[in-house]
């Protein structure tokens, strides 16, 4: 079955340190990747996907993601953190190709941020 | 060119109650996904519709839940006799027409339903 794990429930970094939150999927053939981020009280926001080539995006805010096909991992990063990146994170995919993209979520990956 | 609108944001119904969410997507998307998000974790897909069409309801409950996207007005997603463990935010995503190849859904802000 396919699904998505995020293993860190919660995350605490100090504003200006690095980050990585960890993200692996289990599916049939490489889907399509994303990170999503959520705001207390929002909705959804796409931060970058992952549809084929650079294994390497880019995203807004500062994001990047390196996809590593042969640990099914998708981990999003960012140098350094604001305390505006305080949110939740979401890894999610789809599949590719074939119709519609329903989206596979994690459970979510919650930072926080320290002055 | 406004984004996905959800309505009410916050819904309060006693068990038993039906509720009704809506949602409006974007100027030119026929296409709308529901997503259901329970307290602490991920959001599971639960419909997906085209305009007077439900092409995929596999996530969705057998019993009680229903959805709809007419070809006039939002989509609607009902509860039926609604249980505390409805509780939850629910979020609609739109997206322009699929051509078998990928286009990004949008999301709405999500309505947040509480069942007391």
């Known amino acids: 079955a396919q699904s998505v794990t995020q293993p860190d429930i919660h995350i605490t970094v100090s504003e200006g340190a690095s980050l990585e939150l960890r993200c692996n999927y289990s599916?049939?053939?490489?889907?399509?990747l994303f990170w999503y981020v959520q705001s207390p009280g929002q909705g959804l926001q796409l931060l970058l996907k992952?549809?084929?080539?650079?294994?390497l995006v880019q995203g807004i805010k500062g994001f990047e993601a390196e996809f590593k096909r042969s640990q099914s991992s998708f981990n999003l990063r960012k140098p350094s953190v604001h305390w505006s990146d305080a949110a939740e994170y979401f890894c999610?995919?789809?599949?590719?190709?074939?119709?519609?993209?329903?989206?596979?979520f994690g459970a979510g990956t919650r930072l926080a941020v320290h002055p | 060119n406004a984004g996905v609108m959800q309505n009410p944001r916050h819904l309060v119904r006693r068990r038993g109650q039906e509720a009704r969410l809506r949602c409006s997507p974007m100027?030119?998307?026929?296409?709308v996904y529901w997503y259901r998000q329970l307290p602490e974790e991920g959001l599971k897909f639960m419909v997906y519709?085209?305009?007077?069409?439900?092409?995929?309801e596999s996530g969705m409950p057998k019993e009680r839940f229903s959805a709809e996207f007419p070809k006039e007005g939002p989509s609607i997603l009902r509860i039926q006799q609604v249980v505390r463990g409805d509780s939850a935010a629910y979020f609609c995503?739109?997206?322009?027409?699929?051509?078998?190849?990928?286009?990004?859904?949008?999301f709405g802000p999500g309505t947040r339903l509480t069942v007391t």
């Open positions: 100027k030119g998307h026929s296409h």
């Open positions: 519709l085209q305009k007077e069409n439900i092409i995929d």
């Open positions: 992952y549809f084929s080539g650079d294994t």
């Open positions: 999610a995919v789809s599949r590719k190709g074939g119709g519609y993209n329903k989206l596979i």
């Open positions: 995503a739109s997206s322009p027409a699929d051509r078998g190849g990928y286009y990004e859904q949008y």
């Open positions: 599916y049939g053939a490489t889907p399509y």
